[in-house]
């Protein structure tokens, strides 16, 4: 079977799930909420002369970011809990082409949506800071680079659960992993000692992935050093998924 009729098949049983539809919901209105709420924090507070303000505008994202892992979780593991994962590889004997449909299709759905409430969490979050003094502007620099890179960041995300769902093939233990390998563990990190604590900090998931939605930089790896190192912690895990569903029966 051609990689464009999988494609097609692996979108068809994407689009239809009701859980799509809710996760990106949700995934919207958390960065979007959550980025305004902590926009208006910083901006009230006078904030703005000591904060990345875009920054600001996109914590969101942190809460966003779980919403699409989820998704990347559910479009792999939804057929492995239902058994229809057999009658897919039956009907597409070549299960790397799966593998590969699903991970275009989370890469395209989590970029559109995470521009999306990227782009709608700046301009949401910049109307108090406006009003406050201190707005930041997408033309200012660096500032368009740090939006467009919430949506890679939320991209990368999905691509994190998906990696995670191929690998462990359940939906509660992949979500578990995702939840803890993007938002807990990555704060836990700040507690280990010395340098090599610091290291392990800044290169973890997360930690180092949403280095691309700061401008002002204050220290460590640079955004796209960061998110080549977070891009780094999916394809890994995807290698490993891939392998596992090559050679664990379905």
């Known amino acids: 079977m051609r990689f464009t009729a999988v494609l097609r098949s692996e979108a068809t049983k994407l689009l239809a799930l009701r859980s799509t539809r809710w996760t990106l919901l949700a995934l919207i209105v958390s960065t979007v ?9 910083v901006a009230t507070n006078g904030g703005q002369t000591l904060f990345d303000p875009t920054r600001a505008c996109l ?22 809990g239902s058994g229809a994962i057999r009658s897919t590889f039956a009907a597409v004997p070549r299960r790397g082409l799966v593998l590969g449909a699903k991970t275009l299709l ?14 709608a969490a700046f301009f949401v979050g910049r109307v108090y800071f406006f009003h406050y003094g201190g707005t930041p502007s997408i033309t200012d620099a660096g500032v368009l680079r740090a939006v467009i890179g919430g949506g890679l960041y939320v991209m990368g995300s999905g691509l994190f659960g998906l990696a995670l769902g191929a690998v462990l093939r ?16 990555p704060g836990l990190t700040n507690l280990l000692p010395g340098r090599w604590g610091s290291t392990v900090h800044t290169y973890f998931t997360s930690n180092a992935g949403s280095r691309i939605i700061d401008v002002t930089g204050d220290g460590g790896l640079s955004p796209w050093a960061g998110y080549g190192v977070f891009t780094l912690w999916w394809v890994v895990i995807l290698v490993a998924g891939y392998v596992v569903v090559q050679r664990r029966d379905a």
């Open 33 to 41: 909420g959550f980025g305004a709420l902590a926009a208006y924090n």
């Open 59 to 80: 914590a969101g994202l942190a809460f966003g970011q779980l919403a699409m892992a989820v998704l990347g979780v559910l479009t792999m593991t939804t057929e492995y």
């Open 106 to 119: 989370v890469a395209v759905v989590g970029l559109v949506a995470g521009l999306v409430s990227s782009f």
């Open 170 to 185: 359940h939906t509660a233990g992949a979500v578990t992993s995702a939840i803890a390998g993007l938002l807990v563990v």
